[in-house]
């Protein structure tokens, strides 16, 4: 799959760097004192991927009143948190990075992201993968906040194709969320689902194409 395509484009949180336990413990601990009790793993199964806007409505809907503070809330103590916290590299994607780049016929790489660009500047530095990208001026990061559209709608891996100047049946996308999965699918893209925190079951009922449960299981297929 991955030798046969144009794009690759990669989830950011979860797929290269890994701010998923932090990010979902704070939206565990933001939603309970709004007035919802939730754990980490309810905030990973139900929350994981999905755009802050929707959790402030989901929220909202339980409690019974409307909730905008806390997207700021959340984004404050993130930023917080990954500003004094070094972020490691999801296993196996420096890896994957140095293996497409060394194919006879390299695809491009890119990142598309539900994330603010503040949040992929500080992840992507902090794992040391950021100039890989070229920076974040770089023209193949992409943030669904550019466009005002988050998975898991297509718009944003549509967006990513079309800037590059790549078709969507030439692309695969790399994705750990079952919202990025649906948003691949629907953009007519094959995906590869990364069972992290999201069950591989879940991946593959969205339309995954293939799951793996880390990424080093995708080098094998580089090396035929």
Partial sequence: MLTDCDLVIFDCDGVLVDTEPITTRLVAECVSEMGWPID???????FKGRPLGELC???????????????????????????????????????????????PSPPAVCVASNGPRRK???????????????????????????????????????HAAASMG???????VIEDSTSGIEAAVSASMRVIGLANLTPASALRERGADLVVGCLTELLPMLRC
Wanted: charged share 25%; glycine share 8%; hydrophobic share 40%.
């Fill in 166 to 172: 790549i078709e969507p049946s030439r692309c695969v």
């Fill in 120 to 158: 992929m500047a500080i992840s992507l530095s902090s794992a040391g993968l950021l100039d890989r990208f070229g920076g974040m001026d770089s023209p193949v990061i992409f943030s669904a906040y550019d466009i005002e559209r988050w998975k898991p709608d297509p718009g944003l891996f549509l």
């Fill in 40 to 46: 980490q793993a309810y905030a990973a199964e139900h």
């Fill in 57 to 103: 409505d989901r929220v909202g809907e339980r409690i019974g009143r409307p909730c905008p503070e806390l997207a700021e809330i959340f984004r404050e103590r993130m930023y917080a948190e990954m500003e004094s916290t070094r972020i490691g590299t999801i296993e196996g994607a420096a890896e994957l990075l140095d293996a497409l780049g060394a194919l």
